[in-house]
């Protein structure tokens, strides 16, 4: 399967307001009544590295434009000044539109190394507060217009480091479904020695049920020791299509797919064995915060492909194409 790179990568840069003046990046998308709204992430500077969320339209899926002098949704909605809130993954159900999103609550200083992961130096804020450093749990923000975001619900515990929250787009079964990544939830009682994608339900998105494990590692040399839900699921004739990031030894991020049974997604019918998709461009092996890094946080069904967006490097946001039936047929 070939994923076809937009010719004006990277789509989305840095710059025009403070709040983004450093790097965007890991966006929501959706498609809606006509026009493309992205929910980047945005960071003014790296010291602190404060991240909010800002929003763009775009008529064609490939020209955006900055459509907030101010980020929509921040860490300060939240009760958290100093925090960041990151890696928008939106869906529209009934009419509304639910932003689930990721909270690192205290302040944090990023130093890359240009190598690969950068170094983080969190601020005594964690340690006056008893928060492990670097701990992020996960929410939704609602909104009936896309534009205007208030938080509705934590999907995950305050004591445990969650993300990856993705909402799927609709009710199954009558209930809402959402897929996790628990970092703690590992041992024998968990049924697994590393970190992997879970799936939790809900009546009212209020009270979620305990996550059930439905992947982990299989491919040491490219998933490395965890993987993580990477878009909001797409829903197709033949199941749900889930791409997920997997992370190797030398920090590279790459990029897998499953499909899962429509009625219940706990089943996974088929795997890609190799990466969908890795670093190649210049702009998705070098930037400002971590080198060699693809990931999708948004992926789209529009004319019959399957439109991904998906940050690099922490720096800029691109955009691939491939046709859902290729997509598909990757995964028979």
């Known amino acids: ?37 992205m ?76 190598i690969a ?74 049924g697994t020695d590393m970190p992997g994608i879970w799936i939790s339900y809900s009546d009212d998105l209020l009270e979620w049920s305990n996550p059930e494990l439905i992947a982990t590692a299989v491919e040491p040399a490219w998933e490395g020791l965890k993987i993580g839900a990477a878009a909001t699921p797409l829903k197709t004739e033949k199941g749900w299509i889930v791409l997920y990031h997997g992370v190797d030894a030398h920090s590279v991020y790459r990029v897998g797919a499953l499909l899962l049974d429509l009625n219940d997604p706990r089943k996974v019918l088929a795997r890609t064995r190799h990466p969908i998709m890795e670093p190649e461009a210049y702009y998705e092996k070098f930037g400002l915060v971590i080198n060699n890094t693809v990931f999708p946080t948004a992926n789209l069904i529009h004319n019959g492909e399957i439109y991904i967006y998906y940050g690099c490097c922490d720096t800029s946001i691109s955009l691939a194409t491939v046709p859902l039936g290729e997509m598909l047929s990757c995964l028979e």
């Open 117 to 190: 992961l950068p170094n983080y130096y969190p601020h005594p804020q964690w340690e006056e507060n008893n928060v492990a450093p670097m701990l992020t749990r996960s929410g939704i923000a609602v909104s009936d217009d896309g534009e205007r975001f208030e938080q509705l619900c934590y999907t995950t515990p305050a004591e445990i480091d969650d993300r990856d929250n993705a909402l799927f787009p609709e009710k199954i079964d009558g209930k809402f479904a959402i897929l996790r990544r628990p970092m703690q939830y590992v041992g024998e009682e968990y």
């Open 39 to 114: 929910y980047e992430r945005a960071a003014g500077g790296l010291r602190p590295f404060k991240t909010s969320i800002g929003l763009l339209k775009s008529n064609d899926g490939i020209h955006f434009e900055v459509a907030s002098d101010e980020p929509i949704f921040t860490a300060e909605m939240l009760g958290f000044p100093d925090g960041s809130v990151e890696d928008a993954r939106v869906v529209k159900i009934d009419g509304k539109f639910y932003m689930c999103y990721a909270l690192q609550p205290y302040a944090f200083d990023c130093w890359p190394t240009g």
């Open 1 to 37: 399967m070939l994923l076809k790179r937009c010719p004006e990568n990277p789509i989305v840069v840095p710059g025009i307001h403070d709040y983004r003046r450093a790097s965007v990046f890991n966006p929501g998308v959706i498609y809606d009544n006509g026009v493309f709204l």
